[in-house]
């Protein structure tokens, strides 16, 4: 446990210089999709380095010259942070709860780097953010990256998928990229100097030209069965 607990410091400390460096460095550009690529790198690299989190990665030639569209995967816990930057491709951005937005420097820093922000209480204003999503892919040509579980699963295997990030991408007229991460809670354990390895899969994009807005509900099934199937595979796999 003393580990863990030095870990924990550790990270915060390293979390907080990224922070406010990233914070500055936004401020020059703010809310340019450009700037949470290198924010993403930055604080993947020192956080697996200090919680001792290894990686093996298949399928990376998925997310070679990718397209402005929609990326979905998995959402485990907030190690999630640390492997998502370890595949984020350029000009990249995910979508937040707004209430990230009220934790001290981190949360401007998230909404500056150019992530979007979603108050999922306000049914008005999520149609006005989603909108403001699918601009970002058409014009903005950006890569748009959700956890479309809504919430951390915790070891409780892929949780039903939402339907927000598909209707996103058949609005944007874009395809789907499925990512799949290994269970954390099964295969790695911080309290150890050697945490663990944490498997990733990219799979090939889903064409959703055979869906509309009336059948997003099957598309999100659809990429729902093909994450969780791969990550009880990955799980499988050690």
Partial sequence: MVLLYLRYT???LAMSVVCVISLLISLARPTDAANTFYVAKMMSFLGRWIMGIHSEIEGLEHLKDLPPGVLVSNHQSNLDIF??????????VSVGKKSILYIPVFGQMYWLSGNILIDRGNKKQIKITMDKVVKAITTKKTIVWFMPEGTRSKGRGVQKFKKGAFTT??????????ICFS???????CRRWNSGVVKIKILPKVDTSAYSLQTAGELADHCWQLVSNEVKALDNSY
């Fill in 183 to 189: 269970t954390l809670d099964q295969h790695v354990d």
């Fill in 10 to 12: 550790l990270l915060g």
């Fill in 169 to 178: 991408a058949l609005k944007s007229n874009s395809n789907v990229t499925p």
């Fill in 83 to 92: 492997i998502v930057g370890l595949l984020i491709p350029r000009r990249t």
